[in-house]
Every structure is written in C-alpha cells, then in structure tokens.
C-alpha cells in the first residue's frame, strides 16, 4: 500500500452503511486514505460482508469473548496496530472507547452522529428529534474522547425536520447526509488540512458565507 495514503481502521457493529459510503469514496479516488482493516464486536454484522466483498481484511473481536473492557480494547488496539493503523473511523460502532484506547490514538479517532451535537448524544436520537419537536437535525462528524458524544466537531450536516417525520423516515433523512460527510472529513484529515486547537476544529481552506442561514417551515 502507497505511504501517500492514511491507513485507516475501520470499527462497526452493524450494517455498515457509512463504511460502504467511505469505500465508495476511496474506490472513487475522492478519499486519500485506504481501508487497512474492518474490525466489529458483532459476529453477524452485516458490514464484515460488504468490507469482503471489496477484499478488505474483516475481522471479528467480539467484546463478549472478553472478561474486561481493557482487555476488549487491548485486542482491538493489538490488531489495529498489526495493520498500520493512522486513523480509527467508527461507523456504527456500538461500545464506548475509553481513555485506555484512547491514549493510543490521541486526536486519532472519530466519530459520526445522527443528531446536531451537542444536542442529543447517546441512542435513538432521531426518535428524540421529533419527539422534542426540533425544526432541524442532522449529523456530526467528531473527534472521539472520554465521554459521550462529546469530542471536538469535526463537521456537521442539517436537514430539516417535518410535521409528519417519525423517527426511521428522519433517520433515512440524516443518514443520507452521513454518507456525504463522512468521507470528505476522511479526505481532509487524510490531506493534513484538519487542526485542532481545544475544542475548535480548523479546516484549511474552508470558506464561509457570513449571511447564510436556514428556515424551516418555510410559509
């Protein structure tokens, strides 16, 4: 594998819809990064067949086969590092990391969220979205650290949020944004343009329109 690509280590739990959205991406040469390995805690997840279908090494370290979150982690870490890892990108991974793997990938590990951070971390946050009766939701794409959904933000997608949205029809919503986010922040920490600074996350050559601005309802 060319050094000019970041290695990336892939951590899922399910379906693995945002990790087919990245190996789209790379296969599409918009992403300078490679997949060195795709690793999930659940033996059945659907997303270990689509990373084989693209011949990318799969492999399971179920969390269940372990008596302690630290040895968990130390496995995941052990082979995380046997693959060269420089980024660690969850999608979709179900497990909080703690400061134990985190000390070993510092900075080096994000995240993506279906809810407009800081506002609804944690589960079923869709579902929240419309119960709270939010005019917009979205996705957050975000450094990883000790706590829940609460690392630095990377990146953010909104959508509009409509009287007659359950929580799966936003979640559909969201999710196709997820797939449009993910991959870009991927390319452009993948480039060096990403620096962090606290909690503020600078992206090099980002633009800005000062008068910009979203309305929903729109009447």
């Known amino acids: ?46 997303g270990l067949k689509r990373a084989r279908r693209h011949h990318i090494p799969a492999i399971v ?14 496995r995941l870490l052990e082979v995380l590092g046997e693959y060269g890892v420089g980024l660690v990108v969850l999608a979709g991974f179900m497990r909080l990391l703690t400061p134990f793997f985190l000390k070993e990938y510092p900075m080096k590990v994000i995240n993506i969220h279906p809810a407009l951070l800081p506002a609804f971390p944690g589960e079923n946050v869709q579902q929240k979205a419309v119960d709270y009766g939010v005019r917009f939701a979205g996705c957050t794409v975000h450094f990883v650290d000790d706590g829940m959904d609460s690392g630095p933000i990377i990146a953010q997608a909104v959508v509009p949020v409509f009287s007659t949205d359950t929580g799966d ?47 929903e309802p729109v009447v």
């Open 1 to 46: 594998m060319p050094d000019k690509y970041l290695k990336l280590g892939i951590l899922i739990s399910g379906r693995g819809s945002d990790l087919q959205s990245v190996i789209d991406g790379i296969e599409k040469g918009e992403v300078a990064a490679r997949i060195s390995v795709v690793i999930s805690n659940e033996p059945d997840a659907l």
């Open 61 to 74: 370290v179920c969390h269940r086969d372990f008596t302690t979150r630290q040895a968990f982690e130390a």
């Open 169 to 215: 029809v936003l979640a559909d919503r969201i999710l196709k944004q997820e797939h449009q986010i993910y991959p870009k922040v991927i390319h452009w920490i993948a480039r060096g343009l990403v620096r962090v600074e606290g909690r503020r996350v600078h992206i090099s050559g980002a633009g800005k329109d000062v008068e910009s601005s979203l309305i």
